[in-house]
Nanobody, 113 residues
Framework: QVRFVESGGDLVQAGGSLRLSCAASGFPFSIIAIGWYRQAPGKERELVASITSGGDTNYVDSVKGRFTISRDNRKNTVYLQMNSLKPEDTAVYYC???????WGQGTQVTVSS
């Protein structure tokens, strides 16, 4: 079974930081690129950060310089370090493949002004 379990979301003030975790299972994690997605109220789900098996990263422009994606292949876990959070970062955050399916429950990030 392919599974993604996201955690770490919280209510924070603008300018604060959070680290999200994604525990993955059911596939050969170490050779698969993984992305963090988010879905804000009334908006489509968007890919915000990705990391390849080799550690190459990409970010949507709105989070560049603020978010950092990383992975620990021994733990089958992907992280998203989020700094300088803004209210527009408020969303449910998910991890998945770059051709996504098998969505987990996500984790809620709420940034207050």
């Amino acid at each position: 079974q392919v599974r993604f379990v996201e955690s770490g979301g919280d209510l924070v003030q603008a300018g604060g930081s959070l680290r999200l975790s994604c525990a993955a299972s059911g596939f050969p994690f170490s050779i698969i690129a993984i992305g963090w997605y988010r879905q804000a109220p009334g908006k489509e789900r968007e890919l915000v950060a990705s990391i390849t098996s080799g550690g190459d990263t990409n970010y949507v422009d709105s989070v560049k310089g603020r978010f950092t994606i990383s992975r620990d292949n021994r733990k089958n876990t992907v992280y998203l370090q989020m700094n300088s959070l803004k209210p527009e970062d408020t969303a449910v955050y998910y991890c998945n493949w770059l051709n996504p399916k098998y969505w987990g429950q996500g984790t809620q990030v709420t940034v207050s002004s």
